[in-house]
């Protein structure tokens, strides 16, 4: 009888071994974070233990084995967006979250955040928690969010980056003290003249970044909206708009230098005054993995402080 339950326990215990997916990973990394190699060779001995597929970005790549003079082996490298994964991992802060959904966003490709940089809102994933997260992406335990995304065509001087922001769009004055004047319309429909240093559309996600910093509302992440938050408006009586997302907002500009900034997720243009501006919904969403459990508010009361009462 004893003998029986050893062979039942082993074969389940076998089965289990049977059943383990291996995985394809892509990963992009901040190569401006000298101090961080422990996070990265944890997440690469954790992928080598479960015998996964690994991927990395060259310019990382090069960051590992030449600034921190790791040694790698099986691990493929590649360039822009040629590459074929299961899930991305993003290692740094959330500024590398939002260049790793410009890479790998409209290929549908889940993200996970692993955060060495600050705050991690967007990367909530600390090195004590790689282990457990990459076994429950095995494990199919974790919750994938989608995340409205903003795209921006022009009319007239193209854009010459990537069209696309997950956080925020930003109409921004340059290389002078006056205010720029922005002209706006909803679905042909004048909204509003804003004499400002600026004007930021925001997507929920990007509503807990520059745009809260300037007075902007926090929106839920699945609320399917926008927000349009002056920067140092003029008159008093501006205040945000939150709009649908399956709106078209038209923007055009004037200056006294005659041209202006156009920042997507911080990456930063010059355009002229005569380039007309349309933005809508892109026609994909980013897939952003969170842990079974997590949850929204509690990562809002916990990385921002929200409603914290010193008094108490």
Not at 26 to 37: C, D, E, L, V
Not at 138 to 162: C, K, N
Request: glycine share 6%; net charge positive.
């Amino acid at each position: 009888m004893q003998r029986r339950k050893k062979m039942c326990i082993f074969a389940r215990k076998k089965v289990k071994m049977m059943t383990t997916r291996k995985l394809r990973f892509a990963i992009f990394g901040n190569i401006y974070q000298p101090k961080k190699s422990v996070s990265i060779q944890k997440i690469l001995a954790c992928l080598a233990q479960h015998e996964d597929e690994v991927y990395i970005e060259r310019a990382f790549y090069t960051f590992i084995t030449e600034g921190q003079q790791l040694p790698l082996s099986g691990i493929r490298i590649f360039d822009d967006n040629n590459f074929e994964a299961d899930f991305a991992i993003s290692m740094g802060g959330d500024g590398t979250f939002l260049r790793t959904a410009s890479v790998v966003g409209s290929k549908q490709i889940p993200i996970l955040g692993i955060n060495t940089g600050r705050l991690g809102f967007l990367a909530d994933v600390n090195a004590q928690e790689i282990e457990r997260t990459i076994q429950a992406l095995h494990d199919e335990d974790f919750a994938v969010d989608t995340r409205s995304v903003i795209q921006v065509e022009t009319d007239g001087q193209p854009l010459a980056g990537y069209p696309c922001a997950l956080n925020d769009v930003a109409i921004l004055k340059r290389d002078t003290a006056s205010m720029i004047t922005i002209y706006a319309t909803i679905n042909g429909e004048t909204l509003a003249t804003y004499l400002a240093d600026g004007l930021i559309i925001s997507t929920p996600t990007g509503s807990t970044a520059y745009s809260l910093s300037v007075g902007g509302p926090i929106i839920v992440p699945g609320t399917h909206v926008f927000s349009l938050t002056a920067v140092a408006p003029h008159s008093l009586n501006v205040r945000p708009i939150v709009v649908s997302e399956d709106s078209v907002i038209e923007l055009t500009v004037e200056s006294r230098t005659h041209n202006f900034l156009v920042a997507l997720d911080g990456r930063s243009e010059k355009l002229p005054d005569a380039t007309r501006l349309t933005l809508t919904r892109a026609p994909y969403r980013v897939q952003v993995i969170k842990r079974a459990g997590t949850k929204y508010f509690h990562t809002l009361r916990e990385k921002m402080m929200w409603g914290a009462d010193q008094r108490r």
